[in-house]
């Protein structure tokens, strides 16, 4: 990640040099987007948002589910144990370590199903903005657009920061797909 952002950089100050030296004929239109402002504000990062809680508290139930069917079973079999025959008490036993695994199992795919779930919705809105941010830059002329956080800017004006124009067109955008229903399953 470190190479990407220095070739960024790389990139970004030979673009300078070359508009630096153009005896001042275009000036550089330059852009930062903080990508994480979108998500967190446009209407869109916020259904994801609302999305993945939903799906989060329902794997989250289902889990606290069957953790106190399996807690039941420990109890029902602590109160039987003295007056159950030794064979019976050790399979229930074992059915109980089997649920306990098939629980662990289950939590472990939930986690990955949630982190994936939950990439899939950010990697959509961010396909999305980077077509607003092309569109944005072929018809406003500008030379260079970079994400914020990611390109390793410590410093940009709020003047060159399009994040809050972004977020205006993308909410319409997005408005305009709610009207229409939800996007086709990939």
Do not use: W
């Not at 002329?141 to 124009?165: F, M």
Request: aromatic share 6%.
């Amino acid at each position: 990640m470190r190479i990407g952002s220095f070739a960024l950089g790389a990139i970004f100050f030979t673009a300078f040099l070359f508009v630096g030296t153009s005896d001042g004929a275009d000036v550089a239109k330059l852009g930062v987007v903080d990508f994480q402002r979108i998500l967190d504000i446009s209407n869109a990062g916020k259904a994801a948002r609302a999305e993945i809680t939903k799906q989060g508290k329902t794997m989250e139930a289902n889990l606290k589910k069957k953790g106190s069917e399996i807690q039941e079973r420990k109890n029902k079999l602590e109160q039987e144990a003295l007056v159950m025959k030794e064979e019976i008490r050790e399979e229930k036993e074992r059915e109980i370590r089997i649920a306990i695994n098939d629980l662990k199992a289950l939590q472990k795919k939930y986690t990955e199903e949630f982190k994936r779930f939950e990439n899939d919705l950010v990697k959509r809105i961010q396909d999305e903005v980077l077509d607003l941010i092309e569109d944005i830059g072929k018809k406003e002329g500008y030379l260079l657009v970079i994400e914020k956080r990611e390109s390793g800017v410590l410093y940009a004006p709020s003047t060159i920061d399009i994040t809050d124009r972004l977020i205006q067109l993308y909410n319409v955008q997005f408005a305009r797909k709610s009207k229409s229903g939800p996007p086709p399953k990939r």
